[in-house]
Nanobody
């Protein structure tokens, strides 16, 4: 069982930055791929970024590539999402999630946080 708690959301102007964090419970954190997803009102939840358990492989959605960076600290059971050059279209609830394997779709993730709101004003 893994419990996930996100933090760091808020209101920021376009062009600004935010750093989201996700704290995980459990002893097996390093065995999980950790993903970030987001869901805007009226839209489906979409993939943002993922990082593998131990090797640090990362993948990003095209819409955030070059602006967002995902990282993790297995010693502290945390995963972070640094978001730079934010745009109004980045406004959404952001979720972290844990999966046994890298590269799974949304439905393949086993554990989810409660989400944190990110609002980017124009």
């Amino acid at each position: 069982q893994v419990q996930l708690v996100e933090s760091g959301g808020g209101l920021v102007q376009a062009g600004g930055s935010l750093r989201l964090s996700c704290a995980a419970s459990g002893r097996t954190f390093s065995t999980y791929a950790m993903g970030w997803f987001r869901q805007a009102p009226g839209k489906e939840r979409e993939f943002v970024a993922v990082i593998s358990g131990s090797s640090g492989l990362t993948y990003y959605a095209d819409s955030v590539k070059g602006r967002f960076t995902v990282s993790r600290d297995n010693a502290k059971n945390t995963v972070s999402l640094q978001m730079n050059s934010l745009k109004p279209e980045d406004t959404a609830v952001y979720y972290c999630a844990a999966a046994r394997l890298l590269g799974l779709p949304v439905r393949g993730y086993d554990y989810w946080g409660q989400g944190t709101q990110v609002t980017v004003s124009s």
